[in-house]
């Protein structure tokens, strides 16, 4: 979710027009990064975790430790809660997208190495790019079409080594994009309202979601949905997804309130480096030349389409 930082006055900052490095941006920059650096501890936590837990309690986990933690503060500060009926089906939508977004990643997570899932989750910009031209009208140029379609290649790049060791499962970083894709642009419907409160209340449908696929997961026979009664060390690496998810993702969050997109965006890349890092150090993984080939195509991708969208903001303005 992105949210523009309030210029001077209160009003914000024209678009695609970069601000000076005031002390909000550079917080909003160190914001940044702290979740770059944070958020693959995520994916390593339930990779740990789904080797004795399904993906389906993993996920749950994720969101009832968020909504745990969320909640009170939002009490304690008297944050205001009220919405309409509209809002709630909103939020309902946003908290089935988010859901299945984290169940199809955590499942891929399970079975490939978290830096190739996290570079094949990264044509989301892309994808987001297209949806926005086809849901909101939004005018997309021919180059950032054919960048779209470059970042794609990269993809597949990435996916088809995958593909033939474990199968259709290589495919869901891209089912999870698409999912991630549609729910920001159902959260750019709810940009006014409270972060701390959105993010409270995609813990709370999360949690609903989540747990009604796990009650009916047994009777129709997903693996990914069938409780298998974790205990021990995955209860504390479940638990540890919930703590850096809700962290990581407060921090992107108000980094967005504190410094434009134009400058943090290509900040968002740094998680795929330390993917590979963690990946490396804790399960030796570590992608070949071929990869990266496909991961420098999706980066480059992504950064141009980026790029075009604020130049193209400034040539309107």
């Known amino acids: 979710m992105t949210i523009s930082p309030d210029g001077p006055g209160g009003a914000p900052p024209p678009e695609g027009i970069l601000p000076p490095l005031t002390d909000r941006v550079l917080l909003g920059i160190g914001l940044m990064i702290a979740f770059a650096l944070l958020a693959p501890g995520i994916d390593i936590f339930a990779k740990l975790a789904t080797q004795t837990a ?22 304690l500060i008297r944050r205001p809660c009220r919405m309409t009926r509209r809002q709630l ?28 899932a996290i570079a094949i989750f990264f044509v989301e910009p892309l994808i987001l790019t297209l949806l926005s031209a086809w849901l909101l009208g939004e005018v997309v140029g021919p180059r950032r079409v054919l960048a779209c379609a470059l970042g794609f290649v990269g993809a597949l790049i990435v996916v088809r080594p995958s593909f033939q060791d474990i199968g259709w499962v290589a495919v869901l970083p891209l ?18 309202e409270d972060p701390l409160v959105m993010q409270g209340i995609a813990g709370l449908f999360g949690v609903a979601f989540l747990g009604i696929g796990l009650l009916t997961g047994p009777t129709l026979g997903l693996a990914v949905l069938t409780p298998v009664g974790a205990n021990g060390l995955a209860l504390v690496y479940m638990a540890m997804v919930g703590v850096m998810a809700t962290i990581s993702h407060l921090f992107l969050v108000y980094a967005f309130r504190f410094a434009p997109a134009a400058t943090l965006a290509p900040l968002q890349y740094l998680e795929i480096i330390a993917a590979t890092a963690f990946g490396y150090w804790v399960f030796g993984d570590f992608p070949d030349a071929i990869k990266w080939a496909g991961i420098a195509i999706i980066v480059a991708s992504g950064l141009f389409v980026f790029w075009r969208e604020q130049l193209a903001a400034q040539r309107a303005r």
């Open 54 to 75: 399904s993906p389906g309690e993993v996920a749950l986990a994720r969101f009832a430790v968020q909504a745990a933690a969320l909640w009170p503060m939002i009490w």
């Open 89 to 116: 089906w909103l939020h309902a939508l946003r908290g089935a997208l988010m859901g299945a977004a984290t169940l199809c990643f955590i499942t891929a997570v399970s079975v490939m190495p978290v830096a190739d």
């Open 175 to 192: 089912v999870t994009a698409l999912a991630f894709a549609f729910y920001l642009i159902l959260t750019r419907q709810a940009r006014a």
